[in-house]
């Protein structure tokens, strides 16, 4: 998409197709983006605020960047270039297990560019949540793919083995595993994901021990 946007494009956006955009939002963002590699606006579902950029931040690090989701990212078309779009192996539809954390990765990439970077709290995108319309057993195995995402590109930006410890039990401390055996179930899909994504070589020694549907394949 980006390499066939016409050169007049400045800017790209990355809504979902479940997104909703208020009245006068697009002409917000355009004035919002304006001299700026990044803009971070703020995604709501049901939940509330997801992922909400720390307040005062004017620079990306390697701490905030996490927070960057792909609905509330608005690109410079120079960083695009300069970084080589999203990595393909990652994300929902990507030919590997590894089904989220492209945008993580991307701005991750993208810190040692050093870009400006807008952050606007106060421009919303409405939006569902992950869970929306699936199955409960689909539920789970959508936090598998997502941990294994996550997981994958902590790898790969050489987080130390306590920091990825620590995100493989990050599912169990969040609100929505307290509510329900179902919010459990996730958390446990979700750290089992994260897990295989962060220590691949003894996930996949592990997997005799498995379900088949959880299991590890390679690539």
């Known amino acids: 998409v980006m390499r066939a946007a016409p050169a007049s494009c400045t800017h790209f956006w990355f809504p979902n197709d479940s997104s909703e955009l208020p009245p006068d939002l697009v002409a917000q963002v355009a004035q919002a983006a304006a001299g700026y590699d990044i803009t971070v606006l703020t995604y709501v579902d049901d939940d509330g605020p997801r992922q909400v950029f720390p307040p005062g931040h004017t620079a990306l690090n390697p701490t905030n960047a996490w927070r960057v989701n792909e609905p509330c990212l608005v690109l410079a078309r120079g960083l695009a270039e300069a970084l080589g779009g999203f990595d393909e192996s990652l994300g ?63 790898r790969r930006h050489g987080n130390s083995v306590v920091r990825r410890l620590a995100a493989v039990a990050g599912p169990f401390s969040h609100r929505p595993a307290w509510r329900s055996r179902q919010g459990w179930a996730e958390a446990l899909w979700s750290a089992i994901g994260r897990w295989q994504g962060a220590f691949p070589r003894w996930a996949r020694l592990c997997n005799p021990l498995l379900p088949k549907a959880v299991r590890l394949r390679r690539r």
Request: with cysteine; proline share 10%; charged share 20%.
């Open 92 to 154: 929902p539809g990507a030919p590997t297990p590894f089904q989220a954390c492209e945008a993580g990765d991307l701005m991750l990439r993208a810190v040692d560019h050093h870009p400006s970077l807008n952050w606007r709290p106060d421009l919303r995108i409405l939006g569902v949540t992950q869970g929306y319309g699936l199955s409960p057993r689909a539920r789970c195995v959508k936090q598998l793919g997502y941990g294994r995402g996550f997981g994958e590109v902590l």
